[in-house]
């Protein structure tokens, strides 16, 4: 049904369209009507024309008055110029009675309708009986009341018949008008709105960014635009499912929206990702910086509050990234701005999350570098600018006892890229994957040119958790094996502690499927992550590689020295091979033959080198 309020806003608009009409009409009518009767001595019918005209053109000028209050004095227009010409013309005028009725349905509705027709009814029976309207009916004029009741009948049913089709047809145009209004807005809140929150979407804030800009850059006030980021937001997905996910995206936006309030707009840009416009925070940047960093920091906290889903807690961290409009005068790209933002909130995110950055111009030119290493990345890949270099790793008789591939990135123009800068690009971009691939075939081309030579030293390659975690990883490492015709023996596969704390089952059962192919598995830079000891019985490992920050000070730090022995004792119970990083003095290497069967990797004996340059030394060596 169609609601009351848009029914009467539905009526104002029609009557506000009709009465100019109305004007137009009654002056083009009005005017000769009055000299034509001024000329025939019918002083009355001018002076009617002459009121019906003042009294319609006050009421189209008074429209400041009630709806109501002004449609019935225009309804006593049409009655007094109906009931005017019904006394001087006769039953002829009858039709200018129908006016009244029709006019009330459409204007005020049903029941205003059926009281102005009866009231046309009553006033046809009472003029007529009293002979004030000639209303004569063939056979009976001798009977002026039942002329008349027979006329007001007649008046009734034509009049009733043509009001009520009025009516309808007026509350089926407003419906239609209605329903095309709601389907309008229904596409418009699809268009604009975001259907899971209710917030401005994408397109949307776009558009509100881009006033905000318009007005910086022409009134000189800025504005700041706040990216808003929910950390780990992907664990509660995989944990709970996405109803929950959902729920907690919702609360995130009402909690967003009370603390912004009527300052700032307040959009989803879609995942786990809003965004919050500020405007008018003055000319001076560094108030208005204040005030940007200071509703940071609010939200921040308001979200780190618990949300209870389902009679659970969760508590959703935040990463916030803050970018003020420039200057007045300045030209500033939306699309930038928005950038500067999401930047910052990276930039956030890397010092540990749950944090608020402010944008500053070297995050930009960092970023930049990092986009274009990783093209370039990519580019060496296909190119062939990429090599892997070996490190020895010696026993406690300084003899080999295998080596660890390290990759090098050497650019044609002879300039060199260290693993620490473009390492982290390709895991971050997902450059990793074929990295590792390519990382893992060389290092089968490598153990045959040193078995060859009569050196089939075991190789390490390390694994990234991205790679590890692909789901044809495992496949992909046996057609590898079966293409090169490695022993898988003499591979040994290297993973972070990192790689141990998401998903351990998963970790644990795709580490029991490389063993069964025969690769072995070790923990690299062991004791720096997630050291539960816990983990070391579930899993086939091979190895335990001892971080050189450890080896560094060992054995003048006591601290240090008590962790290497702790690792040499406990690897010596549960039968695991250890590697120590880092040996790069005498001292280090002596205190590690005294105290376990650790076999070592360092400067002291070997820098990563080429396969050509290590065959070399093997040769001078044996």
Same mark, same amino acid.
């Not at 034509?158 to 509350?171: D, H, I, P, R």
């Not at 009134?219 to 709970?240: E, H, I, P, Q, T």
């Given at each position: 049904?169609?609601?009351?309020?848009?029914?009467?806003?539905?009526?104002?608009?029609?009557?506000?369209?009709?009465?100019?009409?109305?004007?137009?009409?009654?002056?083009?009518?009005?005017?000769?009507?009055?000299?034509? !009767?001024?000329?025939?001595?019918?002083?009355?019918?001018?002076?009617?024309?002459?009121?019906?005209?003042?009294?319609?053109?006050?009421?189209?000028?008074?429209?400041?008055?009630?709806?109501?209050?002004?449609?019935?004095?225009?309804?006593?227009?049409?009655?007094?110029?109906?009931?005017?010409?019904?006394?001087?013309?006769?039953?002829?005028?009858?039709?200018?009675?129908?006016?009244?009725?029709?006019?009330?349905?459409?204007?005020?509705?049903?029941?205003?309708?059926?009281?102005?027709?009866?009231?046309?009814?009553?006033?046809?029976?009472?003029?007529?009986?009293?002979?004030?309207?000639?209303?004569?009916?063939?056979?009976?004029?001798?009977?002026?009341?039942?002329?008349?009741?027979?006329?007001?009948?007649?008046?009734?049913?034509?009049?009733?018949?043509?009001?009520?089709?009025?009516?309808?047809?007026?509350?089926?145009?407003?419906?239609?008008?209605?329903?095309?209004?709601?389907?309008?807005?229904?596409?418009?809140?699809?268009?604009?709105?975001?259907?899971?929150?209710?917030?401005?979407?994408?397109?949307?804030?776009?558009?509100?960014?881009?006033?905000?800009?318009?007005?910086?850059?022409?009134?000189?006030?800025?504005?700041?635009?706040?990216?808003?980021?929910?950390?780990?937001? /992907?664990?509660?997905?995989?944990?709970?499912?996405?109803?929950?996910?959902?729920?907690?995206?919702?609360?995130?936006?009402?909690?967003?929206?009370?603390?912004?309030?009527?300052?700032?707009?307040?959009?989803?840009?879609?995942?786990?990702?809003?965004?919050?416009?500020?405007?008018?925070?003055?000319?001076?940047?560094?108030?208005?910086?204040?005030?940007?960093?200071?509703?940071?920091?609010?939200?921040?906290?308001?979200?780190?509050?618990?949300?209870?889903?389902?009679?659970?807690?969760?508590?959703?961290?935040?990463?916030?990234?803050?970018?003020?409009?420039?200057?007045?005068?300045?030209?500033?790209?939306?699309?930038?701005?928005?950038?500067?933002?999401?930047? !910052?909130?990276?930039?956030?995110?890397?010092?540990?999350?749950?944090?608020?950055?402010?944008?500053?111009?070297?995050?930009?030119?960092?970023?930049?570098?990092?986009?274009? @290493?990783?093209?370039?990345?990519?580019?060496?890949?296909?190119?062939?600018?990429?090599?892997?270099?070996?490190?020895?790793?010696?026993?406690?008789?300084?003899?080999?006892?295998?080596?660890?591939?390290?990759?090098?990135?050497?650019?044609?123009?002879?300039?060199?890229?260290?693993?620490?800068?473009?390492?982290?690009?390709?895991?971050?971009?997902? @450059?990793?994957?074929? @990295?590792?691939?390519?990382?893992?075939?060389?290092?089968?081309?490598?153990?045959?040119?040193?078995?060859?030579?009569?050196?089939?030293?075991?190789?390490?390659?390390?694994?990234?958790?991205?790679?590890?975690?692909?789901?044809?990883?495992?496949?992909?490492?046996?057609?590898?094996? /079966?293409?090169?015709?490695?022993?898988?023996?003499?591979?040994?596969?290297?993973?972070?502690?990192?790689?141990?704390?998401?998903?351990?089952?998963?970790?644990?059962?795709?580490?029991?499927?490389?063993?069964?192919? #025969?690769?072995?598995?070790?923990?690299?830079?062991?004791?720096?992550?997630?050291?539960?000891?816990?983990?070391?019985?579930?899993?086939?490992?091979?190895?335990? /590689?001892?971080?050189?920050?450890?080896?560094?000070?060992?054995?003048?730090?006591?601290?240090?020295?008590?962790?290497?022995?702790?690792?040499?004792?406990?690897?010596?119970?549960?039968?695991?091979?250890?590697? !120590?990083?880092?040996?790069?003095?005498?001292?280090?290497?002596?205190?590690?033959?005294?105290? #376990?069967?650790?076999?070592?990797?360092?400067? $002291?004996?070997?820098?990563?080198?080429?396969?050509?340059?290590?065959?070399?030394? $093997?040769?001078?060596?044996?």
């Amino acid at each position: 049904m169609l609601p009351t309020d848009d029914i009467a806003r539905w009526r104002v608009r029609v009557f506000s369209t009709l009465l100019p009409i109305v004007l137009v009409l009654g002056t083009s009518a009005a005017l000769p009507s009055i000299a034509l !009767a001024l000329r025939q001595g019918l002083w009355q019918i001018a002076l009617m024309d002459a009121v019906a005209l003042a009294w319609i053109f006050a009421i189209w000028r008074l429209d400041r008055l009630p709806h109501t209050f002004r449609v019935l004095n225009f309804l006593a227009v049409l009655f007094m110029v109906a009931i005017g010409l019904l006394l001087a013309v006769g039953p002829v005028s009858l039709n200018y009675l129908m006016a009244p009725p029709i006019m009330a349905v459409i204007l005020l509705g049903n029941r205003p309708g059926i009281l102005t027709l009866a009231l046309g009814a009553v006033c046809i029976v009472a003029f007529g009986v009293n002979g004030y309207a000639r209303l004569y009916v063939p056979g009976l004029e001798t009977d002026p009341l039942l002329s008349s009741v027979v006329v007001a009948i007649n008046f009734s049913c034509v009049g009733g018949l043509v009001t009520f089709a009025a009516g309808t047809l007026f509350k089926g145009l407003a419906r239609s008008a209605q329903e095309a209004r709601t389907a309008a807005d229904a596409v418009n809140r699809l268009a604009f709105y975001d259907v899971l929150t209710g917030l401005p979407n994408r397109r949307l804030l776009m558009d509100r960014l881009a006033e905000l800009a318009e007005g910086a850059r022409r009134n000189g006030v800025l504005g700041a635009l706040l990216y808003v980021d929910l950390d780990n937001f /992907k664990s509660v997905n995989d944990a709970r499912g996405h109803a929950v996910g959902d729920q907690l995206l919702r609360q995130a936006a009402e909690r967003l929206a009370a603390v912004a309030g009527a300052r700032a707009c307040v959009a989803r840009l879609g995942g786990d990702e809003f965004v919050v416009l500020l405007d008018d925070l003055g000319a001076q940047a560094g108030a208005a910086t204040t005030r940007a960093l200071a509703l940071a920091e609010e939200i921040r906290g308001a979200l780190c509050e618990k949300m209870i889903i389902e009679g659970q807690r969760y508590y959703a961290t935040t990463s916030i990234g803050v970018a003020l409009t420039a200057a007045a005068g300045a030209p500033l790209a939306v699309h930038d701005l928005l950038r500067e933002a999401d930047t !910052a909130m990276y930039h956030a995110k890397a010092r540990g999350r749950n944090g608020v950055a402010l944008f500053e111009a070297g995050m930009l030119r960092d970023a930049e570098r990092r986009l274009t @290493l990783e093209r370039d990345l990519g580019l060496a890949l296909e190119h062939g600018e990429l090599s892997l270099h070996l490190q020895l790793q010696v026993d406690g008789a300084r003899r080999p006892s295998g080596a660890e591939l390290l990759m090098r990135w050497r650019r044609k123009d002879g300039s060199s890229v260290p693993p620490d800068q473009f390492i982290p690009v390709a895991e971050s971009s997902g @450059l990793i994957v074929p @990295l590792g691939e390519w990382a893992l075939r060389e290092t089968c081309l490598a153990w045959h040119a040193l078995a060859r030579a009569g050196h089939p030293l075991p190789l390490s390659v390390n694994v990234s958790p991205m790679q590890f975690r692909q789901p044809d990883f495992v496949a992909r490492v046996e057609s590898i094996l /079966k293409d090169t015709g490695v022993p898988p023996g003499q591979l040994v596969f290297e993973v972070t502690e990192g790689l141990l704390v998401d998903r351990l089952d998963q970790t644990i059962g795709r580490m029991h499927e490389l063993a069964a192919l #025969g690769v072995r598995i070790s923990v690299d830079d062991f004791g720096t992550g997630y050291s539960s000891l816990a983990y070391l019985t579930r899993m086939p490992l091979y190895e335990l /590689k001892i971080d050189k920050s450890f080896i560094r000070d060992t054995p003048h730090d006591k601290d240090g020295t008590a962790i290497v022995q702790s690792i040499l004792s406990m690897a010596g119970h549960l039968g695991l091979r250890v590697v !120590a990083e880092g040996v790069e003095t005498e001292v280090q290497a002596g205190y590690l033959a005294r105290h #376990g069967n650790a076999s070592m990797q360092g400067f $002291l004996f070997n820098r990563p080198m080429p396969l050509e340059a290590l065959l070399e030394h $093997l040769r001078r060596s044996s």
